[in-house]
């Protein structure tokens, strides 16, 4: 079946720098999602991407789809203590677009 | 409701229990989904309900595990004999339903279970 990895499993880094997790389907996905998932909390909805190559950015967060659609990029920059939380990417099944197969999260602590 | 809400928020049984974990959706949302996440992991799919109908039970683990929606609102999803194994994140979501690719899942809060 189809499986959503990232890379890396944990983020340490210091506030302001900037740093890319990255999201492998073994399977070409017709979209991914990212969803941040605050300490404590339950998983948001970021974005959406679903053209072959597509870049979206939000204000510091920059969100890209890869050509052959099987692997995609978050990349944050100046990072702030705001950024702490869990990035999950899920892609979905091939036939059944409502059934998302979530990535194990990359965890992102940030010193101050 | 402004959002998904869940209930109970944390429940500790003891095995061999059943347990009844309740989820409201956004007012309007035709699409429901429930989802289990363990500690360090990214939720994985359960069920999915379009209005009352269950779609897809493909992702509950065994017979032991049920869900329903009989009104096309609140759902219910319910674990006969808990098992230790069972304890984990139990997360509902919703959304509009009305367009699978497009459709932005809102998560709720979560259920923590833990079987003694």
């Known amino acids: 079946g189809q499986q959503v990895m990232q890379i890396p499993q944990y983020q340490h880094v210091q506030e302001g720098e900037d740093f890319t997790t990255y999201c492998n389907s073994s399977?070409?996905?017709?979209?991914i999602q990212w969803y941040k998932q605050r300490p404590g909390g339950h998983p948001v909805f970021l974005i959406q991407l679903v053209k072959s190559g597509e870049v979206k950015k939000q204000k510091r967060l920059t969100f890209q789809f890869g050509e052959a659609k099987k692997n995609s990029s978050l990349h944050i920059t100046a990072t702030q203590t705001t950024d702490v939380g869990t990035y999950f990417c899920?892609?979905?099944?091939?036939?059944?677009?409502?059934?998302?197969?979530f990535g194990a999260g990359t965890t992102v602590t940030v010193r101050a | 409701g402004a959002g998904v809400s869940q209930s109970p928020r944390y429940k500790v049984t003891k095995r061999g229990q059943d347990v009844a974990l309740r989820c409201d959706p956004i007012?309007?949302?035709?699409?429901l989904y429930w989802y289990r996440q363990a500690l360090g992991q990214g939720p994985e799919f359960l069920t999915y309900?379009?209005?009352?109908?269950?779609?897809?039970k493909s992702g509950l683990p065994n017979d032991r595990f049920s869900a329903e929606r009989p009104e096309g609102s609140i759902s219910t999803l319910t674990i006969q004999r808990t098992e230790q194994r069972d304890s984990a994140m139990y997360r509902c979501?919703?959304?509009?339903?009305?367009?699978?690719?497009?459709?932005?899942?809102?998560f709720g809060p979560g259920t923590r279970l833990t079987v003694l």
């Open positions: 899920a892609g979905p099944y091939l036939s059944n677009d409502y059934k998302l197969s």
């Open positions: 007012s309007g949302h035709v699409s």
């Open positions: 979501a919703s959304s509009r339903g009305d367009s699978y690719s497009t459709d932005t899942q809102y």
């Open positions: 399977t070409t996905l017709s979209n």
């Open positions: 309900f379009n209005y009352e109908a269950q779609q897809d």
